[in-house]
């Protein structure tokens, strides 16, 4: 070869190279090009959370690069880990706060590095999201979860009371396995179960509460003790979540109950997979869903319009309130309407 063949072999080679380097690109759907999200989540095996945590990674596929982080319930932890997604360039953050007090310490760092950050599932005050205009928090509300369960525990009461007021008092004689003290969700579910049955005129007696921290094997110990110490003279066991109330169902499992006559009416919030099953088997009367999958979805929508510079809600159906919250709706679940869950 001449010097001349050697120069255009040379020179077409790096065109070659160029338009190989030009394709990979301008491709559509390269991960190159895809915003980045960095999400958290308070504690990778809370059971609701594992499906959000799930559905988040699903509705990012292929038009977000998204990271979640298990913040291994330590909130110092998840301050560090916002710190690591910052310089790592994410374009939003997606924040499940450990604790919901720490709003503030977040959006500090959102808003030095001029960055919209989504508060989901734990709700911070109206007055921390009112401080940055780019803060958003994507939940429910809170109340609307109690006040399903507690029709969803009148309904029963009024189709069975016959056989479950035990002392025929006219009373529901309840325990109740609180979620995480100070959290949006317990403390409204909490208060507003017991008070949608007082105001349908049902009389309530409380036994016990305590908190289970959302977790099974604490409810299980929970419901352990107070079986020992009330036995049967316990008519209800109202929980904050489905976790819990599968605890309480070991527990009482263990005691003989849900065999032959002896039962015990438990209800639980989320509708998580398990507890479906739990209620097929008659051994859990009720639920609230909790939509883990619409909650996540709203998450990415509005994490995709915001990395675009572009209103959060724009070309979607959401609709966000005057405290720029975004609210999915509970749906009270029985055995009447299972497949709501499923
Ligand atoms: C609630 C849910 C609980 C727990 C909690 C964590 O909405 O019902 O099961 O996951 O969030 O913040
Ligand atoms: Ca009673």
Redesign the pocket.
Known sequence: MNKKGILALGLSTMMLFSMVGCSSGGGKGDSAELPKIGATVYKADDNFISSVARELKTNAEGVAELTVDDSQNDQAKQLDQIDTMITKGAKVLAINLVDPKAAESVIEKAEAADLPVIFFNKEPDADALASYDKAYYVGTDSKESGVMQGEVIAKQWEANKEK??????????YVMIKGEPGHPDAEARTEWSVKTLNEKGIET?ELAIDTGMWDAAKATEKMDAWLAKFGDKI?FVICNNDGMASGAVASLEKEGYFKGDKFMPVVGVDAIPEIVTLIEEGKVTGTVLNDAKNQAKAVIDLSLNLANGKDPVEGTDWKLDDNKALRVSYVGITKDNLDDAK
């Open positions: 479950w007021d035990k002392n025929g008092d006219g009373k529901i004689q007696e008519e």
